[in-house]
């Protein structure tokens, strides 16, 4: 190696000792800058959460740590604690939130705060506030002057910080698996709901001499960021458990959007009854798409009512199921269609349109008397309900829901329906109608059997339409069923035997006797059936619209209760004639032995 070599040797390792030692110094400075200022940065971050935000809120800490050569800080054992006495006072002042929150942080990291901008420019700038595995407590209490109020802050925070920084803005306060608690204080008793593994991440946060009046900011905001994952959580009465693979959401946007959410029932069908104790609706639903659009945010969080302009559920099934071998528990089921249990929500929901895609929709019962479990289904459903809401004034302003469906029963027959809905109405009062196209008859007997007593042999349904007028009590209306070649069997349950027993003699008088084979017949005569069906209180609201339309249909082809009468007086005269021909025959053996 010759001595030009060696002496650029040197000079590089004395510039990497150099910068070693400049960096160390630097290093050194920026600890011992820290040390000296972390009592003045403490007094400053307490006084700036009590000032900034009227002294509702302080701040507590067990320590700061600041690297002023890399940008970096954090705080560690963070409390943030609303002063009930302040907030109480701020509510005589009407200047109160509706709402408080709690926070509590083993750590807040502070990462990137710009130095330079910070001493040149009195900018407070910082790239990210990191909270791990926050606690958070949600407060929520209604109050009447915040109604209208836009969402700002009652009070600039810039009117404190102006003396000493002319900026303080974040580019993202994210806080990472939360704990999050809701607490409801505007009944009579607070009512507390929970949830954990959400995250949050809030854009752009800003305070400056503008920021507070901005009016494309939300509370010194320009975006808000939601994502919860894997959730799962068993309802109170442990019956099922709801699960949510991903919920997303951003506030610039006003879109929300959910993959795979399941209500998963704890139990197997004829278990699930047995488990409650009585006969009760078992609901199992998968909804793998659900998009709302329009999500007024601000509201939200006001007032807790979830306003959306458009909301999209897609590929899934709702599937309920009722076994009725246990008796049910005898309660009288008012006020559980879905209108009226919508306007039961705790919370306010307005959705001006709810389009449903590709659903299969399915309800079925075990019957105690056939020891059978009969099922139709609803296929390839979809279709848009309009205006879902049980807020009071768009009540007032429209007090009908609409739900135009369209959908395969039993995967083949088109079936068109249309629902309207009086959400003002104490009774449940609504009325559908609706059209089914070509069906064959058999496919039937998945419900008729097992809940109807009946086997439809043979048969095709040309057309099935229907307009009925229902509230809780009675449906009434009108039902046309045109139909060809029917031919059915009455069934019964014979002690002793798995499986139902034709009524041989009976479905023979009734194919000879009653039943219309086709309708309208070869003269042209269509027979209309009326419905005048009156509601076991204790039955679903499922069961209440099957049960009248199947009202019609027996009507239509002749199973009426004056026909069924017609029909067991022939059948006492038949078992009459056959007791008297038994006698006869007796007494020829009598005679002959005589």
């Not at 910082?126 to 009652?154: G, I």
């Not at 339409?465 to 009434?476: H, P, R």
């Not at 006492?572 to 008297?580: H, M, P």
């Amino acid at each position: 190696m010759n001595g030009k070599a060696r002496k650029t040797i040197s000079l590089i390792k004395w510039i990497v000792v150099g910068l070693f030692l400049l960096f160390a110094l630097a290093d050194a400075a920026s600890w011992l800058l820290a040390a000296r200022m972390r009592p003045v940065i403490t007094r400053e971050l307490k006084d700036l959460v009590l000032n900034s935000t009227d002294s509702l809120y302080s701040v507590k800490f067990s320590r700061v740590n600041t690297n002023f050569l890399f940008g970096n800080a954090s705080v560690t054992d963070v409390e943030i604690i609303p002063d009930t006495v302040i907030y109480n006072k701020l509510a005589r002042l009407k200047r109160a939130p509706n709402n408080t929150y709690a926070v509590t942080v083993k750590k807040l990291t502070i990462r990137n705060f710009h130095p330079y901008q910070l001493w040149k420019g009195q900018r407070l700038r910082v790239d990210q506030l990191l909270f791990e595995h926050p606690r958070v407590v949600m407060t929520n209490k209604q109050l009447e002057f915040n109604e209208d109020r836009p969402p700002r802050p009652y009070k600039s925070p810039y009117a404190y910080i102006s003396k000493f920084l002319k900026e303080i803005s974040v580019q993202s306060i994210d806080l990472k698996d939360i704990s999050f608690s809701y607490v409801n204080r505007n009944g009579d008793v607070p009512v507390t709901d929970s949830l954990s593994k959400l995250n949050v991440s809030l854009k752009d946060w800003l305070i400056d001499a503008g920021s507070a009046t901005d009016p494309q900011r939300f509370y010194l905001l320009k975006d808000v960021w939601i994502n919860l994952s894997d959730y799962k959580y068993a309802t109170p009465d442990s019956l099922y458990h709801i699960e949510l693979n991903e919920l997303s959401f951003r506030s610039s946007t006003g879109k929300l959007n959910v993959r795979k959410f399941g209500v998963i029932p704890r139990y197997g069908e004829m278990e699930f009854a047995r488990v409650s104790g009585f006969a009760k609706d078992r609901f199992s639903i998968l909804l793998n798409d659900i998009d709302l659009k329009g999500i007024d945010l601000p509201l939200y969080v006001r007032k807790q009512e979830l306003r959306a302009k458009e909301m999209n559920i897609s590929n899934g099934y709702v599937s309920v199921f009722n076994n009725n071998e246990l008796p049910s528990r005898g309660t009288v089921r008012m006020g559980k269609f879905p209108h009226q249990l919508l306007q039961n929500v705790k919370g306010l929901v307005t959705i001006n349109k709810l389009t449903l895609a590709n659903l299969d929709l399915s309800y079925a019962e075990y019957d105690q008397e056939s020891k059978m479990k009969g099922k139709i289904t609803f296929e390839n459903t979809s279709g848009t309900l309009l205006n879902v809401t049980n807020e009071a004034k768009a009540k007032a302003k429209n007090p009908v829901m609409q739900a135009s469906l369209q959908s395969d029963m039993m995967g083949q027959g088109r079936l068109l329906v249309d629902f309207r809905f009086d959400l003002l109405s104490e009774k449940g009062a609504f009325s559908y109608k609706g059209e089914l196209g070509h069906l064959d008859g058999p496919l039937l007997n998945r419900i008729t059997k097992p809940l109807g007593m009946l086997q439809v042999k043979s048969g095709v349904v040309r057309k099935l339409s229907f307009d009925i007028v229902a509230d809780e009590n009675q449906a009434k209306g009108k039902l046309n069923f045109a139909y060809n070649d029917l031919s059915v069997t009455l069934l019964k349950k014979v002690e002793g035997k798995d499986w139902l027993v034709k009524q041989g003699l009976i479905s023979m008088l009734a194919n000879a006797m009653v039943i219309n084979v086709d309708n309208p017949d070869d003269q042209g005569n269509f027979i209309t059936a009326k419905v005048d069906y009156k509601r076991n209180p204790t039955h679903s609201f499922f069961s209440f619209i099957w049960q009248s339309l199947f009202q019609g249909i027996k009507y239509t082809v002749g199973l009426s209760p004056k026909k069924q009468a017609e029909i067991n007086k022939k059948i006492q005269q038949f078992e009459k004639l056959k007791t008297d021909r038994e006698l006869r025959r007796q007494a020829r053996e009598r005679r002959k032995q005589g």
